[in-house]
């Protein structure tokens, strides 16, 4: 394999990951640091590329929002919900018509 293409591979790889390892991190800095980027890429009349980097909109706190400390107003809608019932199986018809 060529050395600069493997270079750029381990380089892309290493990059990708330090980038998710930030935003996991450091979440709050992270989104700042992309609004910046996201400004001045608009500033320069790069709209598609600022508008691409522009951060998502926060998610409104939830049950369903992926945290771990759900609000007991959750909990209780969890327990709400009915516990999985076993499956019935039926007795086929002993009408003897199809056998």
């Known amino acids: 394999m060529n050395?600069?293409?493997?270079?750029?591979?381990?380089a892309g790889?290493?990059?990708?990951s330090l980038g998710f390892m930030l935003r996991r991190q450091f979440?709050?800095?992270?989104?700042?640091?992309q609004q910046r980027l996201s400004a001045a890429c608009r500033q320069r009349?790069?709209?598609?590329?600022?508008?691409w980097l522009?951060?998502?909109?926060k998610v409104a706190?939830?049950?369903?929002?992926?945290?771990?400390?759900?609000?007991p107003a959750c909990a209780a809608d969890k327990a709400a919900v009915?516990?999985?019932r076993p499956v019935q199986w039926r007795q086929p018809p002993s009408s003897g018509a199809c056998h």
């Open 61 to 71: 706190p939830g049950c369903d929002n992926g945290c771990s400390n759900c609000s």
């Open 45 to 51: 009349g790069w709209h598609g590329l600022g508008e």
């Open 54 to 57: 522009s951060p998502a909109d």
């Open 82 to 84: 009915p516990a999985e």
């Open 27 to 33: 979440p709050v800095t992270m989104r700042g640091l």
């Open 13 to 16: 790889a290493l990059l990708w």
């Open 3 to 10: 050395a600069t293409l493997q270079l750029v591979i381990v």
